[in-house]
């Protein structure tokens, strides 16, 4: 039986991520578009799966072009696979036979421009395009007026035999807000055989975003998508701190070492075997037992824990979050005010209450940051070396291989290709040996070496001792 899928998209300006993922997660969200991102590297503070169009420079008003992000579940049960750029201010992924695409097109724009971007959006079959257009489509979509693109757009809708979805399934839903107008400029468009069962929902109970709505479409594929297979097992934490205590240390070492005696005998029995094949599995048996009485050792002295998750905010209180709340709770206020005089007087409540949040956050930020500051000059060198490694880490987006028909299909890809690199079919290139004859002086005496490895170079980095230059 196939399930829905459902894809939420909201513009990012002023986004606050965590109570976003927090209510995504809740409701079952597969995958998330972010538009009008600008950041410009790494990945977002989140254990989601990230697939990112940065915002680059614009030359010509010296500020930035926004991006398109797009995230989704690490439990989701079928395969997501991230599509290089192909169309300007657009990206996309692929599930199944499904190519998801979220965009944003600037206001500022060019007319011309917007049609040549939206004429390079994919225009296979089950293609679907969500995010922030800026297009006034006007009664069409129960939207109050229109603009210059709405006629570009219709006409590329014609043209393909596209359908807007907010005109049948969200008529006069508004997706963008401020204090004195609404309009309709975040659409879901596809082709309407592609997307059976669909629904649309604008989420205005829920302030994510400075002044846009949560928009939620979802659907039913048309065919089955690749499946993910499960963890062989999951990765398993302990309190290690813990073990700093005489008394924990005594308890760990009392039960691994109850723990070891008869794996040893069987260790002792394995040695004995001349079966070559009988002697590997019994190895790979006992590297098991040991490893399963190492587990149940931390077990009984440091107790396990459970991993931080990533959209954790070590700056974040409960004063921030009662302030979140009040912001919340001001929004909700505005919303259902019954009349203009209640409305322009919650409305400065609401403003004022996302503004202190804002603030709140802000010094936040910069105690943490300081406390950090305080924190580095007192670690030892290690420690130093170690944090800073893992920031770097953060903010650079780890590289992986991935295949539209799913993770088995790459990785049998990933073998062929090692094969056929390293398995000798290919001919080897010819080495040159030229440049051997007369390699000349080294430019490194001994003591350069020698200060290099000492002073530069990081403990666990170093060479061995014996391997050192000579002073």
């Known amino acids: ?149 709405a006629s570009i757009m219709t006409e590329w809708m014609a043209n393909r035999g596209l359908h807007v979805w907010n005109a049948s399934l969200a008529h006069g839903k508004h997706t963008f807000f401020r204090r004195d107008h609404k309009s309709v400029i975040d659409f879901a468009v596809s082709r309407e055989q592609d997307c059976p069962a669909p629904a649309l929902e604008v989420d205005d ?24 297979p499960l963890p062989n097992a999951p990765r398993r934490l302990w309190q290690l701190d813990r073990l700093d205590d005489e008394d924990v240390l005594a308890q760990y070492v009392d039960t691994f070492a109850a723990n070891l005696d008869p794996f040893l005998e069987d260790a002792s029995a394995t040695r004995q075997l001349q079966d070559r094949h009988a002697a590997t599995a019994s190895i790979d048996a006992l590297g098991t037992r040991l490893t399963q009485a190492i587990h149940d050792a931390l077990d009984a002295s440091v107790m396990p824990t459970t991993p931080r998750p990533k959209h954790w905010k070590w700056f974040w209180t409960p004063h921030l979050q009662n302030l979140a709340d009040a912001r919340q709770h001001a929004f909700v206020q505005w919303k259902r005010a019954p009349n203009s005089i209640d409305r322009l007087r919650l409305w400065k409540a609401k403003c004022t209450a996302q503004d202190n949040l804002r603030q709140a956050i802000k010094q936040a930020r910069a105690r943490s940051w300081q406390q950090f500051c ?61 440049f051997l004859d007369n390699p000349g002086p080294s430019p490194f005496d001994p003591e350069t070496l020698q200060r290099i490895i000492l002073k530069e170079i990081p403990p666990p980095k170093r060479p061995a001792a014996t391997t050192s230059p000579a002073p």
């Open 1 to 149: 039986m196939r399930e829905r899928v459902k894809i939420a998209f909201l513009n990012s300006l002023g986004l606050a991520l965590d109570p976003l993922l927090s209510h995504c997660t809740r409701q079952k969200i597969d995958i998330l578009i972010l538009t009008e991102s600008y950041r410009s590297s790494g990945t977002l503070p989140t254990d989601w799966h990230q697939h990112h169009l940065f915002a680059r420079p614009n030359p010509s008003t010296n500020g930035q072009i926004p991006g398109v992000s797009i995230l989704w579940r690490r439990d989701l049960p079928f395969h997501v696979h991230p599509l290089p750029p192909h169309a300007p201010h657009a990206l996309s992924v692929r599930a199944g036979p499904h190519t998801i695409t979220g965009v944003y097109y600037p206001p500022s724009l060019p007319n011309t421009a917007f049609r040549e971007a939206i004429e390079k959006l994919p225009n296979d079959p089950f293609s679907i395009t969500l995010g922030d257009w800026n297009v006034r489509l006007g009664p069409l979509v129960g939207d109050t007026r229109t603009n210059a693109r």
């Open 205 to 228: 109970e829920q302030l994510f975003a400075a002044d846009h709505y949560l928009c939620i479409f979802s659907f039913l594929p048309t065919q089955a998508i690749p499946r993910v």
């Open 374 to 434: 305080f924190d580095m000059p007192r670690k030892s060198t290690t420690e130093c070396f170690a944090i800073l490694k893992r920031i770097r880490r953060r903010k650079h987006a780890s590289p992986s291989f991935s295949h539209p028909d799913g993770h088995q299909a790459a990785a049998d890809t990933m073998v062929s290709h090692l094969a056929h690199v390293f398995g000798g079919e290919a001919e080897p290139r010819p080495h040159r040996t030229d």
